[in-house]
């Protein structure tokens, strides 16, 4: 089965919940990170060549404010078009595309806070297109924009704001529905993804959530679901641990 390009948009305006949320994310990039450490060697350069750049932290904590020039991609929302007449109404600059690609809504200044960081692979497969973004831009002045996900990348002098994604291949896909499914059912109630379809699995792992959450009450389920969806995290990391050396002996 080819590769997929998982994306993921939430809008979440109560702190309360993020906090929430982001605790508990937390705990599984801190898990990514530990898998990741076993191979990583430290950042060293030779006496007289030249320095460059140490590589990008596995995990970033983010509490900034970010100043322009700012262009939020009208694609961090499920509606674009409502989006876009809001930002409009607002009276904020809106660029129109070039071809099929979103909108672009002009600011001078966000705020970001939340968590970036990199999801364990061993085969290594896509650097750069490995990590999970769940950083929430902070507008309340612009309340059809406040509160939601987005990840933030730099071009041409820009700041581009967008809805976060992840290339994945044969290796926690069907774990990534669990995760996002899990986010949708206890914390984030518009919280929507893509994989190969629109809140794939959803359905199912809600039956599971439902029932858990009748018998052991909305607090355990969700503390119990999610120390489940770490242990899966590990159970997927330790398999393709051993597969990638298993060819590697080969």
Known sequence: ????????????????????????????????????LRGERPFLSLVGQERTAPPRANIETIDETVSGPILISSFIGPHPETLIARAREAGLTVIEP????PHLIALDEIRLRGLDFKLFDPRGLYPGDDRMSF?????????????????TTEKDGAIYVSNPSIHLHAYLEDWTDCL?????????????WQRREELQGYTDYRGVFEQLQTERGSAEAEEATFDAVLSTFSQHAEHTIDQVHSLAKA
Request: net charge negative; with cysteine; hydrophobic share 45%.
């Open 1 to 36: 089965m080819p590769s997929v390009d998982v994306l993921w948009k939430g809008n979440c305006r109560d702190p309360q919940i993020r906090y929430r949320l982001l605790g508990y994310l937390h705990r599984l990039a801190r898990l990514s990170d530990s898998y990741l």
């Open 98 to 101: 070039e071809g099929e690609g």
């Open 180 to 192: 996002f499914a899990w986010i949708r059912f206890f914390l984030v109630g518009d919280f929507w």
């Open 135 to 151: 950083v929430f831009l902070e507008c309340p002045e612009y309340h059809f924009l406040d509160g939601r996900l987005v990840e």
